[in-house]
């Protein structure tokens, strides 16, 4: 997945692994275009469960599980956003509302109606959580997988021009499309609170349990504390600290990621492979 290019970073409270690989370098677009997007369909079933990758993934994150979701079950769709390799070049706003109807827009461009079950990794599970808020009678579930939380203030360090050598690296080595996410994550984040409260989707809250390599001693401590103010935002939201499992739950649990997503789109558990 992240090839042998792959560089570490540590951003918030999320260890991340970026391929370079995976990444697009900014391209202008004209104003007015709109964004189309690498995507992958799998399945069929009344439901629809929608994919969305963190900062630096693609639709790949989702390959190993994302035909266990859907197997005898629903139909599932991943995709790689704008200005990620095999998207189109994305430029100005990076944030919530920006993201979320491109999404919206792609998915009405192939015809792909609601009901929708959300699931977000990290930075992605901001975004579904604005999506929810925001199109509640389109979403019939969240599934939400150590998402950022909307003011968890991910910043960049200006300093930081090297690998390894402090709590929140790269900027030279990270491609322009991260740092655009990165940079208006904070205002994502704002959008997202500011967004009505949502009382009737099913929810359900992966949290992760092995804090970051290299993480100060309070880094678990505040990463559970902002996990359970996400989950206390939906309420009836069942929350879960996922035993064994760092950022990438999906990598490390995939089981468990995979009966949710079933159980959101109304099918039965899974017996789902460990690495």
């Excluded at 015809?111 to 699931?119: A, E, G, H």
């Excluded at 099913?202 to 949290?207: D, F, G, P, Y």
């Excluded at 079933?262 to 690495?275: D, I, K, S």
Aim: charged letters at 20%.
């Amino acid at each position: 997945m992240y090839g042998t290019s792959a560089l570490r970073t540590i951003v918030g409270n999320a260890d991340i692994f970026v391929g370079v690989a995976a990444l697009a370098l900014a391209v202008p677009v004209v104003a007015g275009d709109v964004s189309h997007h690498k995507i992958h369909i799998e399945g069929s079933g009344a439901r629809t469960v929608i994919l969305e990758s963190g900062l630096g993934d693609t639709l790949d994150v989702w390959k190993d599980i994302q035909p266990r979701i859907a197997a005898h079950c629903t139909r599932t769709v991943s995709y790689t956003r704008a200005g990620y390799v095999g998207s189109d070049p994305a430029n100005g706003p990076r944030d919530s509302a920006t993201i979320v109807m491109e999404l919206r827009e792609e998915l009405d461009r192939r015809n792909i109606r609601p009901p929708y079950v959300l699931v977000g990794h990290s930075l992605g599970g901001l975004y579904m959580q604005y999506f929810a808020r925001n199109f509640p009678a389109d979403v019939t579930g969240l599934l939400l997988i150590d998402s950022t939380h909307w003011d968890q203030h991910l910043v960049i360090d200006a300093q930081a021009n090297q690998q390894y050598l402090g709590q929140r690296e790269v900027t030279l080595f990270m491609p322009w499309i991260m740092r655009r996410e990165l940079s208006d994550s904070a205002q994502a984040g704002e959008e997202v609170h500011a967004s009505p409260a949502v009382e009737d989707v099913r929810t359900i809250v992966l949290s992760s349990t092995i804090a970051p390599t290299h993480a100060m001693p309070d880094t678990q401590a505040r990463a559970a504390q902002l996990q359970n103010e996400i989950a206390a935002d939906f309420p009836g939201s069942r929350h879960v600290f996922v035993t064994g499992a760092g950022h990438y739950i999906q990598r490390d649990r995939p089981d468990v990621v995979i009966n949710a997503a079933r159980e959101l789109a109304g099918c039965g558990e899974l017996q789902a492979r460990h690495p």
